[in-house]
């Protein structure tokens, strides 16, 4: 693809098609639950240590994310997505192509490519917090902020169609609208002038390896492995969509009870937190833990977390066990 862009001059430049920009978009949209799926595997790997993972994992999310796409916005002048599928952005300017980002239109798509999700994720647990019949009455300026996002976030769907039917029509050079903010546009990036991790190993073999070349393997070799990693989650999310609808989970063979720990045998039988014999027995989902009902619910609306464990706790966690 970089040999139909690499010709061109002036304000004249070879632009990808819808398809490529909305596979870009699809491939960014699994950073985030892989990411999350790894630091739910580190904190329940020692609850203990590392809740606080869980606890943060937005905000992790955020950081990991923020230093992966300056990365790319630095050195590729285009997000990981983009670079993936051989794209780059170049800014626009009357009538001048510009092929590298300035340091402000980096900095700007760094903060629409992170903070904007990173907020947007935010007020959307704010409006499930506030949509649950059990959980305790939001302030009013929290259900402003809720109902303020929905409507700036349907005219941002009404626009972003707009400005997609513009560039099909060819009377837009920008495909979506933080783009268009910016002044920035996409195009097919030429990577014939960076060395590839073929060619290094080659100077390893002929001997004109040198320790630059080392570092540089090693970036590579981490460059393309994200990418990999990448192409191969979205190829599970893909399968996961086709094949799920027919499978039977009963085929599959029951594993066996799990051991209980030893900090959890001295409440066996007993409230954790009253020490009595449970009255209107309740569990814990995401600890499995049984308390009284009335104990557990006040400490879930207190603290948020299971008094043993220190897992974050919800009234949708609480399960009313039926026992004779």
């Known amino acids: 693809m970089a040999e139909r862009g690499a010709h061109l ?113 935010k007020i959307e647990n704010l409006d499930t917090q506030i949509n649950d019949p059990n959980a305790p009455q939001q302030s009013k300026w929290k259900c402003c902020i809720v109902q303020g996002f929905k409507i700036i976030r349907a005219i941002k769907e009404i626009l972003t169609f707009y400005q997609y039917l513009l560039y099909l029509s060819n009377r837009s050079k920008y495909p979506t609208l933080s783009l268009w903010l910016l002044s920035i546009s996409l195009t097919y990036a030429n990577n014939d002038e960076e060395i590839g991790l073929t060619e290094l190993l080659k100077k390893l073999g002929s001997r004109n390896f040198n320790a630059s070349d080392g570092l540089e393997v090693l970036r590579l070799s981490v460059v393309r492995s ?59 989902s995401t600890s499995g833990f049984v308390y009284c009902y009335q104990c557990i619910l006040g400490e879930v609306r207190r603290n948020g977390k299971c008094p043993v464990t220190g897992y974050p706790v919800n009234d949708d966690n609480l399960i009313r066990l039926y026992i004779q």
């Open 226 to 284: 994200i990418e990999v990693s990448a192409f191969f989650l979205q190829f599970l999310q893909w399968w996961n969509q086709e094949h799920n609808y027919n499978f039977n989970f009963t085929t599959l063979p029951i594993p066996p009870p799990p051991q209980i720990p030893e900090f959890a045998k001295p409440y066996k039988g007993i409230c954790p937190i009253c020490k009595r014999p449970p009255r209107i027995h309740t569990a814990v």
């Open 9 to 121: 001059t002036g304000t004249v430049f070879a632009k990808p098609s819808i398809f490529e920009i909305a596979a870009h978009k699809s491939l960014a949209a699994t950073l985030e639950p892989a990411i999350k799926k790894i630091i739910t595997f580190c904190a329940s790997v020692n609850p203990d240590k590392y809740t606080w993972l869980y606890q943060w994992s937005d905000e992790i999310y955020l950081i990991l994310v923020a230093i992966l796409q300056n990365y790319y916005l630095k050195n590729y002048s285009a997000s990981f997505s983009e670079t993936f599928y051989g794209l780059k952005r170049i800014v626009l300017r009357n009538s001048e192509r510009q092929l590298n980002l300035d340091n402000r239109r980096r900095y700007l798509s760094l903060v629409i490519l992170t903070a904007f999700p990173y907020l947007q994720r």
